[in-house]
C-alpha cells in the first residue's frame, strides 16, 4: 500500500519518481523535479498537514478549501492526499484544473459533470477527486454552476480548492467543505528544502547565497527552488550577488546602508543612493518594499526609530500603490526617515 511508504523512502522516492520515464538528457524543472510525491515529504504546516493524513488514513475525504499564499504546497498537499487515497487508480480518478485552463460555466457544465458522471472503479470508500488550482479566480457563475454539481455527484466525487483567498469563494460552496488555512514557510524550512535540492544536484553555493534565497523568496518555495535553478544555471555559482542579479531586486546590502545614513541623518548620502537605485531602473514599488523588508532586520535601529520608519516607508508604500511612483515620493520618504532622529533644534530659525 502507498500509505505504508516510510516517510525516508518517500523522501529518497521523491528525488527518483519524479524524472521516471524523461528521457537522459531532458531536464525538469526542478521545482517538479523535487515536488514532495508524499504527505510525509511536505514542509512546514504540520497540524494541518497531519490532519490530511488521517483523512488519507481513513478514506473518507471530504470537500476541501486550502487557502493561503503562492508557493507553500497547497497543491501539493491536495496532490499527495490523492495520490495516497486512490493509489493506481490515480491517472483516471483525478481531475485537475489550474488557472490557465478556461473555467467558465461551460466547464463546469461539460468538463466537469462529465468526470463526475464517470464509472472509475476504486476501493471502497474512495471518491473521484476533482482538484481545483486557483479557485478564487473562478467567476461567480461558474462557482454557482459548480454548487449544483458537487451536491449532486457528491456520493463519488469530492472537489478539492486550492486557493490565495478563501473569501472570493461564494459562501454555499465554502459551507460544503473543510477549510484549512496555509501559514507562510519559515526561512529555515525553506533553508533546509534549499540545501537538500543542493546537495542533490550538487549546486556549489555559500551562506550569503542561500540567505539572498530565502530573503528574495518571502516565504514562497517554489520561487526560492526556482531562483537557485536560475543562478546556478546562469552563473554555475549561487552567491548573494549572483542571486540579486538573477531575482533583479534591489540589493538589501545597498538598501541597508541607505536607511542607517537616514538614521545617522545624512540626507545626502542617503538620496544618493536612493538615485542610483532609481538609475539601475527598480521600480518604485520593488525600492519600496525591500526597505521594509530590510528596515525589519536591522538590529541597531533603536525600537522607536524602527517603528517610525517603518510607518513612514507605510505610508509611501500606499501612494505608491494608488498609482504615484515618482522618485519624488521616495525621496520625500528619505527625507522624513532622515528628520526622525534629527534633533528638533536644527529646525528653528537662526537667532539674528
Not at 501539493?76 to 483516471?92: F, I, M, P
Not at 542533490?200 to 531562483?227: C, P, T, W, Y
Request: net charge neutral; aromatic share 6%.
Amino acid at each position: 500500500m502507498v500509505q505504508a511508504e516510510s516517510s525516508a523512502n518517500a523522501g529518497r522516492n521523491g528525488l527518483k519518481a519524479s524524472t521516471a520515464g524523461a528521457p537522459p538528457d531532458y531536464e525538469l524543472p526542478w521545482v517538479e523535479k523535487y515536488r514532495p510525491i508524499f504527505l510525509d515529504d511536505i514542509v512546514g504546516n504540520t497540524e494541518t498537514v497531519e490532519r490530511l493524513k488521517i483523512i488519507a488514513k481513513d478514506g473518507n475525504m471530504p470537500h476541501v478549501i486550502i487557502s493561503g499564499m503562492p508557493g507553500i504546497g497547497k497543491t501539493t498537499s491536495v496532490l499527495c492526499l490523492a495520490r495516497q487515497l486512490l493509489g493506481d487508480a490515480y491517472k483516471e480518478a483525478v481531475l485537475e484544473l489550474n488557472a490557465s485552463d478556461e473555467r467558465g460555466i461551460d466547464v463546469v457544465r461539460n468538463r466537469i459533470k462529465g468526470f463526475a458522471q464517470k464509472k472509475v472503479t476504486l476501493p471502497p470508500g474512495r471518491h473521484k477527486i476533482v482538484i481545483l488550482d486557483e479557485a478564487d479566480s473562478m467567476t461567480s457563475g461558474a462557482q454557482q454552476a459548480l454548487r449544483r454539481t458537487m451536491e449532486i455527484y457528491s456520493s463519488t466525487t469530492r472537489f478539492a480548492f486550492a486557493c490565495n483567498q478563501s473569501n472570493k469563494i461564494i459562501e454555499p460552496i465554502q459551507s460544503r467543505c473543510a477549510i484549512l488555512r496555509y501559514a507562510r514557510l519559515t526561512d529555515a524550512q525553506i533553508v533546509k528544502r534549499l540545501k537538500q535540492v543542493c546537495d542533490a544536484e550538487k549546486v556549489e553555493h555559500n551562506e550569503e547565497g542561500v540567505a539572498a534565497l530565502v530573503f528574495s523568496a518571502e516565504g514562497d518555495m517554489r520561487q526560492a527552488i526556482n531562483n537557485l535553478q536560475s543562478t546556478w544555471s546562469g552563473f554555475g555559482f549561487v552567491s548573494g550577488d549572483n542571486v540579486f542579479r538573477v531575482v533583479d531586486s534591489p540589493h538589501p546590502i545597498k538598501v541597508q546602508a541607505m536607511i542607517k545614513a537616514c538614521w545617522e541623518g545624512k540626507v545626502d548620502a542617503a538620496l544618493e543612493t536612493l538615485n542610483e537605485l532609481w538609475d539601475l531602473g527598480y521600480s518604485s514599488h520593488d525600492i519600496i518594499s525591500t526597505m521594509f523588508r530590510v528596515t525589519k532586520t536591522i538590529t541597531t535601529l533603536s525600537e522607536h526609530s524602527k517603528l517610525e520608519f517603518i510607518r513612514e516607508i507605510g505610508f509611501t508604500h500606499m501612494r505608491i500603490l494608488d498609482g504615484v511612483q515618482s522618485l519624488l515620493q521616495l525621496s520625500g520618504c528619505v527625507a522624513k526617515l532622515c528628520k526622525v532622529n534629527m534633533k528638533p533644534q536644527l529646525f528653528e530659525p537662526p537667532n539674528n
